[in-house]
């Protein structure tokens, strides 16, 4: 048992060491946004609704303010029913600015229904309850109070919605690791994503605006933009084919050809769209970017399902042994018979094709094909990956290693935001982590080697 | 011992990002049960190396202050993508009003439209957002048109009768300076009209990215193709700035006279030194201190106007030379 022991932590620091890593920051990111939270979900309605009654009587009347949100409106409906149904009476509702509840309150007053309580989720607290402020409405309403559910301490960074935010934040990203983790497995690197995120944006904005012609681009229909898409994918992939040719007919180095192509690509962006972001396209266009499927954004499963076919890829097809064949070396993979360029060709289209459809994902979500984005996004891609645990010097890596790495840079990021870490040492703790993520992978290999 | 690197690695992690989060929030100050708690206003500036912007948020803050409002700002580095994801960290800790210079007029729409659906309020200064369908709560900004008028009447005050040749540096990306050339454009325009001689004549325009080093840049290059340039208008200090270096470089730098615009310290510090001809200035502590009014006026249910423009003023070597701020 105890022979054992070491061989087991061996395997678990080699196949999870980086989730240890995620795992870590996820809890200090957690235990620095601790922090009073105000509920604006049913639950919180109603308990609020029961206690209105409570400490003031029934028949009491209650101004329902809400912001103007989809949570807001759940909790007007769930409150109104739970109050009257304890038999308190809702004499108005209202949603929206604070301008909105004063126009509500003088309304009432009018109506001369003054409520005696003021409802609502904390966030549609304003200025305008303020006992002053009430006070020069109707001199009534000074002593009405504004109730809403009490505060729950929970950090921030845990809730749900920032969880997804997250994962959303990542997607672009980690598309394209798939890619470049191949092409680093085979000893590559490929420079030029960043600026096929911008050509493929702004190809597919450009052609849906092409094709609507004289008509106005929002009313395409659906096939033009799904076309428009794909040609915009398979553009990038052309692209992705093409410095794969270079590099194996002509033996140029692949820092050489992607960084030729990086610079071709964000100016074929530039004039695809005239220099300026392209947006007013079809409301369809930004399905892929702002739909939800079951609670999960669509982009985010989108992910998955490429994440769980490159695992396939890499670790049960041939083309997945040959990858890491020629990255481990590369004459021994070309004396054993291993198609060497066609191979080198294949990754490098894959990961041109990934880097067009996370450019279509980033112009989904911005609802436009802007040429200034995805700029520095190959060197945030090549740090999910070498975080992920991938060796630059090729032959090694794994595909679940790059989400993880992908997750950490994400992570990252947000938490530094909800921990509202200055923008200049946001660059630093940024750098520092990759540095010390990296070193801890160092730390692994000798653990392994010891 | 390895392992115990491992587990000092992931402390020194944690320590350190929970280190630099803390005590950086500038956190005023809670209310009671009855009263509001402290609103909290998310700022997602253009950039962090523009001194405008700096001082946008410096006076945020502090006008913040006397309002018991908290301030977190961030930097979107002109990135698009970095703004929104920003925005959504600010919509998902339930930030109470939103400020931002939009990264880019179109493609930000897509954040705000977020923010408008979590029903909070969003307030764009300096830049505005063209985007349609999106619902932006207030607006402050410099008169650019006009600002760029008064850069054309500094350019003919600073030509005299003779007029020439003259070339902009511009910026179209930014909607503010596109309108700031519109005005210099019809004042020069409106001059030279029925004018037989002593034109003024716009030989080049080149972008500067609105920054020292491609201004820089762009200069040589016109110098070199038009000689006997006699005046010059960038469409803010960084690009008239890098434009000066350039032409001191060249030893033309008395032959051709510079109209910038902003008024940045270092650019009101050339004008003090005759290096510049004179700025449209901008005002972005009023721009800071007024966009919090306007917050303050929509939590107050308040009606205020949505959009405000704030006039540009020149500011020639005389000004320069009251100015007690310079040295």
């Not at chain 1, 912001?67 to 007007?76: Q, V």
């Amino acid at each position: 048992m105890s022979r054992l022991a070491p061989a087991r932590y061996k395997q678990l620091a080699l196949d999870y060491g980086m989730i240890f890593v995620l795992l870590a920051l996820g809890a200090g990111f957690s235990m620095a946004t601790i922090r009073v939270g105000y509920p604006e979900h049913g639950s919180a309605a109603r308990a609020l609704a029961q206690q209105v009654v409570a400490d003031f009587g029934a028949g009491v009347p209650v101004l329902l303010a809400t912001r103007d949100s989809a949570e807001g409106t759940e909790f007007a409906s769930v409150f109104r029913q739970r109050l009257e149904s304890e038999g308190g009476v809702v004499v108005g509702e209202t949603q929206g600015t604070p301008a909105d509840a004063r126009r509500s309150l003088e309304a009432l007053v009018d109506a001369q229904t003054l409520p005696r309580v003021i409802a609502g989720p904390q966030a549609a607290g304003s200025d305008v309850f303020l006992s002053a402020s009430l006070a020069k409405i109707h001199p009534d309403l000074a002593e009405v109070p504004f109730v809403h559910p009490p505060g729950e301490t929970w950090p921030v960074f845990l809730t749900q919605g920032n969880l997804l935010n997250v994962a959303t934040q990542i997607v672009v990203i980690a598309l394209i690791a798939i890619g470049m983790t191949m092409v680093i497995i085979t000893a590559g690197i490929d420079l030029s994503v960043g600026s096929l995120i911008a050509l493929s944006a702004c190809s597919a904005a450009a052609l849906i605006h092409w094709a609507a012609g004289e008509g106005t681009p929002a009313d395409v229909g659906l096939g033009v933009v799904v076309g428009a898409c794909g040609a915009a994918i398979l553009l990038c992939g052309c692209i992705g084919l093409f410095s794969g040719v270079m590099l194996t007919v002509f033996q140029i180095p692949a820092f050489i050809v992607t960084l030729a192509i990086m610079l071709i690509a964000r100016g074929l962006a530039y004039k695809a769209t005239g220099g300026q972001a392209l947006g007013s396209l079809p409301d369809s266009f930004s399905w892929l970017g702002h739909q939800d499927v079951g609670g999960f954004p669509l982009s985010v499963l989108l992910m998955v399902l490429f994440y769980a076919g490159a695992y396939v890829l890499m670790n049960y097809s041939r083309l997945g042994r040959y990858i890491y064949a020629v990255g481990g070396n590369l004459e021994a993979a070309r004396l054993s018979g291993v198609p060497v360029n066609r191979v080198l060709v294949a990754v490098y289209t894959i990961c041109g094709l990934l880097a067009g459809l996370g450019g279509i994902v980033m112009a989904s979500e911005l609802k436009s094909g802007d040429p200034k984005t995805g700029q520095l996004y190959e060197l945030y891609v090549i740090a999910a990956v070498v975080v992920g645990g991938t060796s630059l010097a090729g032959g090694q890596g794994r595909i679940l290693g790059t989400l993880i790495g992908a997750f950490i840079i994400g992570v990252v990021r947000n938490g530094m935001n909800l921990t509202n870490v200055k923008p200049f040492n946001q660059y630093i703790v940024f750098g520092g982590i990759i540095l010390l993520a990296v070193l801890l992978e160092k730390l692994k290999e000798r653990l392994v080697k010891a | 011992m390895n392992r115990f690197l491992c587990g000092l690695a992931s402390a020194l992690l944690i320590v350190g990002v929970v280190g630099c989060g803390s005590g950086e929030t500038e956190r005023v100050g809670e209310g009671d049960g009855n009263t509001a708690p402290a609103k909290v206003i998310g700022y997602s500036k253009m950039n962090s190396n523009n001194p405008f912007f700096e001082v946008i948020a410096e006076n945020i803050k502090a006008a913040a202050i006397a309002h018991n409002y908290e301030v977190r700002t961030v930097s979107a580095d002109a990135d698009v993508t970095k703004q929104m994801d920003q925005i959504r960290d600010f919509v998902v800790s339930k930030v109470d009003a939103i400020v931002l210079n939009p990264a880019d007029s179109e493609a930000i729409g897509a954040a705000i439209e977020e923010a408008n659906a979590a029903g909070i309020p969003v307030f764009t200064c300096d830049l505005e957002c063209t985007a349609e369908g999106v619902k932006i709560a207030g607006h402050i900004a410099t008169d650019n048109y006009q600002g760029g008028r008064l850069a054309g009447e500094a350019m003919i005050e600073a030509l005299g009768e003779g007029g020439g040749e003259i070339a902009i540096l511009t910026h179209d990306p930014a909607a503010s300076c596109v309108k700031r050339v519109a005005g210099f454009d019809d004042v020069i325009n409106a001059y030279n009209e029925g004018r037989a001689s002593g034109k003024i004549t716009v030989v080049k325009r080149l972008p500067c990215d609105g920054q020292r080093d491609p201004g820089f840049k762009a200069t040589q290059d016109i110098i070199t193709a038009h000689p006997n340039l006699a005046g010059l208008f960038a469409i803010n200090d960084p690009g008239a700035l890098g434009a000066l270096a350039a032409l001191e470089k060249a030893g033309k730098s008395e032959q051709v006279k510079i109209i910038g615009f902003d008024g940045q310290p270092d650019g009101k510090q050339a004008i003090k030194e005759g290096k510049i001809y004179a700025d449209p200035i901008q005002f972005p502590d009023r721009m800071g201190k007024e966009i919090v009014e306007m917050i303050t006026q929509y939590f107050a249910g308040e009606a205020f106007e949505p959009v405000r423009l704030i006039p540009a003023e020149l500011y020639r070597q005389a000004d320069g030379q009251a100015d007690p701020s310079l040295q």
